[in-house]
Structures are given as structure tokens and as C-alpha cells.
């Protein structure tokens, strides 16, 4: 079985994506799609494991990121046109219904293209960050805060905090994170602490701290975590950023209008008929399901839904990547 990692490159009129594939080339298609800060790469042994199951692996980067093109103008941004980029490369890659993988930004693209475009859809995973029919916009992000953790005079965006900043100092934003691409990435990326939960997540007081990093304006000195992260990999995201800079991907949290309209379009009012699998981090201070209502829109518009609770924060396919294939593979094997 060819377990060789190839790349590959799919050009259109609209949009240049890069992917990495691995598993034989006529097996079913299983599609992995990174979220914000991500590059294909962090797919690695995801791609490995279900490619020794006999699965055609692919693992894009999203437009903005890694080695795929960044267009100019923060409307580019939308779910709309990552949904089109993945169904070109869907296309490229012979179009027959696939199983698609998300995590975090991933996860709301996967979801739009399974509501959007069922017949490319013969399943769907979504990893930290839960399915919203009605696109997942700042404002039906704090309808479901948790109050007993956000008072809305304290808090009124809740963990969301950090998402309205990027909507009303989106220069500042990108400025801080862009002052170290290295430091920033390394202090992004960091376990989940289960001593946390319950507590007030740092991206509740962005504003109020004049950014994510504070008056310093820059990220602090950090290494990354190696667990998380191999050094060759963590290079090749460091490249990826510095090469596009935080601008194009920052921009995905400016769009919820347009988001919005492409999420009223669904047929059927964003309902999935496939079977979704959604992985919850227990540890995770912004996106967890846990003790909240944040998975009640997913809910209810999944007919066919199992939710698995991992031991993991918001980076749970990096923290857990052998819990997380497992249970990916035991729900296929469930709906096979």
C-alpha cells in the first residue's frame, strides 16, 4: 500500500490550492480541512492511520494559509468561498462522495459544505468547534454563552470576546500576532488544563487588555511544544505565515454577514441527513459543549448525530491525535 505523502496542486480561475494526499489512489476519499491557525500538516497522523485502513487521504490548506494562494480583501474571507475551493479540489480529485474531517474554522467549512453540497458529503467529523446551521457569526456565537461563567455586564461576548476584536481593531490584531510569527504561533498553540475548567478564558478580556498579548503588543517568548507540534512541521507553519502574514486568516472572523446569507441558502435550513460525528474537548475554554448550550443548534439540526467527549483542549487533534483517530474509526465502523 503506498503510504508515501505527495502534494499536489489544484489552479483555477478563482483560487490556487495546495494539498497533501497519502493511501492508495483508488480508494474512498477522506478529506482532513485544518481551521485558524492550521496548515495541512497537522493532519499528519490522521492521514497515516486511515490511509493503512485503505483510505485516499487529503489535507488542503485552506485560502490564506500555508502553501495555498492568500487573494487580497478581507470579502474573500467567506465560508462560501472555502466551501467552492474544496469542492474544486473535491472535483479534481474525481468528486465521488467523500467523508470530511474538520477542526475548529475547518469544522464550520465542512459543515456549509455538507448543509451546501450533500451529494460530496457521505459523512462528516467536526472537532472543536460545533455545527451552526445558521452560520456560526459572532452573534449566534454569545446567544449561547454560559452566563454562569460570562456575566453579560462583565462579559457580554462571552469567550467570544477575541472575535469581536478582530471585528473592531483588525488592524491592531494582526499587527500584535504578526510581531512574531514564531512567538505567536508557540503561545497559541499549548494543551488544554483541566484545572481551567469552569474559569474565565483569557479571549473573554481581549478588549478590555488592548489585544491578545497585552499592552507589550507582541507575544511573549515562547518554544513550541514539540508534542504538539514536530519541529519540521512547526517550521513549515511559521513559513506558511510569514510567507501570508495573520492578515488572510484573521479575515475569516470579519465575514458574518456574508456567512450568514450563504447559511440562509442551505437546502433545508442547514439540516444534515449524514451521519456527523462531532468530538468535543472537555478541556477546550472556548468551543467545549460541556455544561453549556453551544451544542444545541447542532442538535438540532443533525438527524443523525454521536458526540464524543475527549480529555483534550481546543487542539485536540495535535493533544490527542491516537484518541481521536480511534474514535473516528469506531464511529465508521458503526455507520459502515
Request: glycine share 8%; charged share 20%; hydrophobic share 40%.
Amino acid at each position: 500500500m503506498d503510504m508515501e505523502f505527495r502534494s499536489g496542486i489544484v489552479n483555477t480561475e478563482r483560487h490556487s490550492t495546495y494539498f497533501v494526499t497519502c493511501g492508495p489512489v483508488d480508494g474512498p476519499l477522506m478529506f482532513f480541512v485544518h481551521g485558524w491557525p492550521g496548515i495541512s500538516a497537522m493532519w499528519r497522523a490522521h492521514m497515516a492511520a486511515f490511509a493503512a485502513d485503505g483510505w485516499r487521504c487529503i489535507a488542503p490548506d485552506l485560502r490564506g494559509y500555508g502553501q495555498s494562494s492568500a487573494p487580497s480583501g478581507a470579502s474573500s474571507y467567506t465560508v462560501e468561498n472555502a466551501v467552492n475551493d474544496l469542492a474544486e479540489l473535491h472535483d479534481h480529485l474525481g468528486g465521488t462522495a467523500a467523508i470530511w474531517v474538520g477542526h475548529d474554522w475547518g469544522s464550520a467549512v465542512v459543515g456549509a459544505l455538507a448543509a451546501h453540497h450533500p451529494q460530496r458529503c457521505r459523512a462528516a467529523v467536526l472537532t472543536s468547534w460545533a455545527y451552526f446551521p445558521r452560520a456560526n457569526s459572532l452573534a449566534n456565537l454569545v446567544a449561547v454563552v454560559d452566563r454562569d461563567i460570562y456575566p453579560a455586564d462583565e462579559y457580554p461576548y462571552g469567550q467570544w470576546d477575541y472575535f469581536h476584536y478582530y471585528t473592531t481593531h483588525f488592524d491592531e490584531a494582526v499587527a500584535d500576532l504578526d510581531a512574531d510569527t514564531a512567538a505567536a504561533l508557540a503561545s497559541i498553540y499549548r494543551p488544554g488544563d483541566p484545572a481551567a475548567v469552569g474559569t474565565v478564558s483569557p479571549s473573554a478580556s481581549v478588549t478590555r487588555n488592548g489585544g491578545r498579548f497585552g499592552p507589550s503588543h507582541r507575544p511573549p517568548a515562547a518554544e513550541p511544544d514539540p508534542a504538539l507540534w514536530p519541529a519540521s512541521d512547526f517550521n513549515l507553519l511559521v513559513a506558511g505565515f510569514e510567507s501570508h502574514g495573520f492578515a488572510p486568516s484573521c479575515a475569516w472572523y470579519t465575514n458574518d454577514d456574508a456567512n450568514t446569507d450563504f447559511a440562509r441558502r442551505a437546502p433545508h435550513d442547514g439540516r444534515l441527513c449524514q451521519p456527523v460525528l462531532f468530538v468535543n474537548g472537555e478541556w477546550d475554554l472556548i468551543c467545549t459543549i460541556t455544561g453549556n448550550h453551544q451544542g444545541d443548534p447542532m442538535r438540532e439540526a443533525c438527524s443523525d448525530l454521536t458526540i464524543v467527549d475527549i480529555n483534550a483542549g481546543h487542539w485536540l487533534p495535535l493533544e490527542r491525535p491516537d484518541e481521536h483517530i480511534s474514535a473516528i474509526r469506531a464511529w465508521l465502523s458503526n455507520h459502515r
